[in-house]
């Protein structure tokens, strides 16, 4: 019964830019039953029990965890490889591979992926659950696909029934309503392997569309407030971002320039504008697998495939260096945990008449969580120019997935890029008050 539910939701249909239907009854009472979990994740196992059924998550806090702090300790540490995948034996692999993934086993003899058992531990609040089947009843997308209406703290579309519900779902990426980086680091590694240091600086996010007691912004999936301290050329420089679930208009951002003093409306960051957090090494929508507006594509849901994807990445996220970590040419691979994982794969097509440096790009996104965990992006001539991966945790402590820390080779330039690495914890924050919101709180503490 699951498969044919999956079967028909997954159809590939183009999308036809008018309003989507929201989910009928019968459909809404299979989310959290016996066979769909609240988001529309599968219960049930693989056949071969490579993939476990979805038992809950996982919301065990291990000894020593200092919220304060807030450094997850690993909770599978102890756990071996059950296989590793190179170059020798990786055909025999292939259709669990992403071609990201296999381009970098390909290129780099010492390049590898650990293998271990499969834990799904995203957890799934009762707030998100409500949160879901109320938002999914009524759910729409309009102004080709700009618009998402009537949801609010819920996965709008568990149930996609084209590649742009499935990459709203991403978009909005579930996390807690408020947390703050007290320090985070950016690097682009060069061809020659030299590591430097692009961005150091202080982040603070919100997340009031997730925040089931948000009394206002409800439309807002994501608020930044990101100030750098190095290099020292960049001391001082701020960024305020608002991405909401109307894109009809753009997702407003501001910039503060020392050098000019003054704070700016920030078109550029948006689509491919270089990200300057890395440097130019990637595009603003490349953040966290995909952000931003879906409109320059065309999207269409691909199929539902298990895959070899990072997945629970406590060790790389919080108890690792950039020395020990970050390699000459790729992340280390001491440092990154693979699991078989089920996965919606969704590609982006350019439409016509639209400009992007991607002409094409594949997403493969969690079916436990909805967050990207892997993306093949092509350029104009339809060759695969970049791979990105992103380093998802469950946080076990507030039950919410973290999954800011990404990274991201460029096959034709053979650099690559770590945004949003943690010299420090990651806190989770009570809500700040509505005035530090402003370009004018942007002014008023980023002049050095």
């Known amino acids: 019964m699951v498969k044919k539910i999956i079967a028909v939701f997954a159809l590939v249909v183009g999308f036809s830019g008018y309003a989507m239907a929201a989910l009928t009854q019968e459909e809404l009472s299979q989310l959290g039953g016996d066979k769909l979990t609240a988001i529309g994740a599968e219960v049930a196992g693989n056949a071969d029990g490579t993939i476990p059924p979805?038992?809950?998550g996982y919301t065990t806090v291990p000894p020593g965890f200092d919220r304060s702090k807030m450094m997850l300790p690993d909770p599978f540490a102890d756990e071996k490889p059950l296989y590793s995948i190179d170059a020798k034996n990786m055909d025999q692999y292939k259709d669990k591979l992403s071609p990201s993934t296999i381009h970098m086993i390909t290129k780099h003899a010492d390049f590898r992926i650990d293998v271990y058992p499969t834990h799904r531990t995203v957890a799934i609040p009762d707030y998100i659950a409500e949160g879901t089947k109320r938002s999914a009843a009524v759910a729409t997308l309009e102004n080709d696909g700009k618009n998402l209406n009537g949801c609010w703290y819920g996965i709008p579309f568990p149930l996609p029934k084209n590649g742009q519900e499935a990459i709203w779902n991403h978009i909005l990426r579930w996390s807690a309503p408020g947390e703050?980086?007290?320090?985070y680091n950016a690097f682009v590694i060069t061809s020659a392997g030299r590591r430097i240091l692009a961005s150091e600086g202080h982040t603070?996010?919100?997340?009031p569309y997730w925040n089931p007691n948000a009394t206002a912004h409800k439309d807002r999936h994501w608020m930044l407030d990101d100030r750098l301290i190095a290099p020292a050329n960049r001391n001082g420089e701020g960024l305020m971002w608002f991405l909401s679930t109307d894109k009809s208009h753009g997702d407003p951002a501001w910039q503060y320039l020392p050098g000019q003093r003054r704070v700016k409306m920030a078109p550029e960051i948006a689509y491919?504008?270089?990200n300057t957090t890395v440097a130019g090494a990637s595009t603003y929508d490349d953040a966290f697998i995909f952000t931003g507006s879906p409109d320059r594509y065309d999207w269409k849901i691909l199929g539902k495939r298990e895959m070899l994807v990072p997945y629970n990445n406590y060790k790389f996220i919080y108890h690792s260096t950039p020395d020990t970590a970050i390699g000459p040419h790729f992340i280390n691979p001491d440092y990154v945990r693979w699991e078989l994982h089920r996965v919606w794969v969704v590609e982006g097509t350019l439409k016509e008449g639209m400009r992007h440096i991607y002409i094409r790009r594949?997403?493969?996104l969690d079916e436990d969580s909805w967050i990207g965990l892997m993306a093949d992006e092509y350029d104009n001539k339809n060759m695969l120019y970049r791979g990105m991966f992103s380093g998802l945790?469950?946080?076990y402590d507030t039950k919410a997935p973290f999954s800011t820390t990404y990274y991201g080779y460029d096959f034709v330039?053979?650099?690559y890029w770590v945004n949003a690495y943690l010299m420090g914890p990651n806190l989770l924050v009570t809500i700040r008050p509505d005035t530090v919101w402003s370009p004018q709180s942007l002014?008023?503490?980023g002049i050095r």
């Open 272 to 274: 491919d504008g270089p």
């Open 180 to 183: 703050e980086f007290l320090r």
């Open 362 to 364: 594949t997403l493969y």
């Open 443 to 445: 002014a008023g503490t």
């Open 54 to 56: 979805y038992t809950g």
């Open 393 to 395: 945790v469950f946080n």
């Open 204 to 207: 603070y996010m919100e997340y």
């Open 413 to 415: 330039s053979g650099i």
